[in-house]
Structures are given as structure tokens and as C-alpha cells.
């Protein structure tokens, strides 16, 4: 990173922030003006994957973009940002999205402190969770690994689709799931069930760095049976 430490620290807060108040905000909204569940998820769905591409692209350049201590933690082992600065990430990662909490409450007019008394509780969840952040990690590495200029859209959609196919709607952030835990609305989860979705969400994480060091190691992987393939790499 060329951006200085503060600038850095600025960019993961607001884009952490601008990120929670986005699923929560839009949870509000989207239960507002629906009683149909799953057309309040779409709701809550589409605004999440579309200000990833957004704040991944704009805020990138600057942090990296992680807005994940998950995420950070995984680059603070490949040793592609230093242990001090990972754990300034963090705080600023759970700061903004504790801030992005209380500016969507209050946009909608909400007490700005909740506290969430949403159920989010046993092993299917926790198997969610470990699966939507593997997915993650996973795609993030392997799209800097063959296509980094497409990144922002690969988290995007990846979050997108992992909102449906998981039975928790894809947390996969420990971040803003601690900021979930202060909105007692469509998008909170109780402070209890914390612990085990950020566990879940860090072994899931470790899971897919490991996997793709093994995954994506080769130099090469042009198929033998594609001549242009073999010549681009």
C-alpha cells in the first residue's frame, strides 16, 4: 500500500460503515414495504452485493478494501499487511460498521441503540457461516490470483448468490455481524449467538487461505488442450 496508515484506516471505517448501514438499511426498508420474506431478502439482497462492487472499487485503491477482520486477518498471515496495522484494520472495521448501525436507525427514525433479539442459533447456521466465508476468502484470492480488475464484482455477486444458498443469508463478517447485534431489526442477530458466527466465520476463512495456497499455487494453468491458453500464460 502506497496510502498512508491513517488514510488506510479512514477507508476501511467508511467503507465498513457504508457497508452496514446498506444491509440494515435496506433490511428496514425492504420489511417496510413487504410482508413477503423473501421478496424483503431480495430487498436486502440486491443493495448488498451492488455497494460492495461500488466500495470495493472506489475504496480499494486506498485500504484494499477488506471491511472484513475476517479478510484482514487472512492477509495479516500471508504477510501482505503488518500484524499492527491488521489490528488497526480491525477496530476500524468494527467502529465504522457500529457506526453504520446507528446512521440507518436513524435515517428510519429508529431508537439509534438496539439491542438485536433476532434467534441465529445452531449448527446449520454455524455451517453457513464457515461456508459463506470460505467462499469468500476463496474467491477473493483467486480473483486477484486470475482476474483482479474484476474483483469488485466477483465479491458482489459472490455475496449476492451466498445470501440465498446459505441457511444464516451469508454474514461472513465479524465485523458486521457485531453491528447486526445492535439492530433489532430485519437484518440483527442476538449478541448471544455472536461467539459461534465469528468463530465459524474465522475457521471458514482459515480454511479457504489454506486451500487456495495449495489450489492456486502452480505457475501454470493453461490446458494442454488450448493452444491459446498455453501461449497467454
Given amino acids: ?46 443493495p448488498t452485493g451492488a455497494i460492495l462492487v461500488v466500495l470495493i472499487t472506489i475504496l480499494g485503491p486506498l485500504s484494499g478494501a477488506h471491511f472484513n477482520p475476517a479478510v484482514t486477518l487472512v492477509f495479516g498471515l500471508r504477510r501482505e499487511i503488518g500484524a499492527n496495522a491488521a489490528m488497526l484494520y480491525v477496530l ?16 428510519f427514525d429508529l431508537p439509534v441503540l438496539q ?22 476468502v476463496f474467491t477473493i484470492l483467486a480473483g486477484l490470483r486470475f482476474r483482479p480488475d474484476a474483483v469488485a464484482w466477483l465479491i458482489g455477486l459472490y455475496i449476492t448468490a451466498a445470501y440465498w444458498f446459505t441457511a444464516s443469508t451469508s454474514f461472513a463478517n465479524p465485523a458486521v ?10 437484518s440483527g ?11 465459524a466465520e474465522m475457521l471458514g476463512a482459515l480454511v479457504a487461505m489454506s486451500f ?14 488450448n493452444p491459446k491458453l498455453e501461449a497467454a500464460g
Fill in 1 to 46: 500500500m502506497t496510502t498512508d496508515l491513517p488514510r488506510r484506516l479512514v477507508a476501511e471505517a467508511l467503507g465498513t460503515s457504508t457497508l452496514v448501514a446498506t444491509v440494515v438499511g435496506s433490511g428496514i426498508m425492504a420489511d417496510r414495504l413487504t410482508d413477503d420474506v423473501a421478496l424483503a431478502l431480495l430487498g436486502n439482497t440486491v
Fill in 92 to 107: 476500524a472495521q468494527v467502529a465504522g460498521g457500529l457506526a453504520g448501525t446507528m446512521i440507518a436507525h436513524a435515517m
Fill in 115 to 136: 439491542v438485536a433479539t433476532t434467534a441465529r442459533t445452531g449448527t446449520g447456521q454455524w455451517l453457513a457461516e464457515a461456508v459463506a466465508a470460505f467462499g469468500l
Fill in 177 to 186: 455481524a457485531v453491528a447486526r447485534a445492535f439492530s433489532n431489526t430485519f
Fill in 189 to 199: 442477530i442476538r449478541p448471544i449467538d455472536l461467539p459461534a458466527f465469528i468463530v
Fill in 212 to 225: 487456495a495456497g495449495w489450489l492456486l499455487a502452480g505457475k501454470e494453468f493453461a490446458s494442454t488442450d
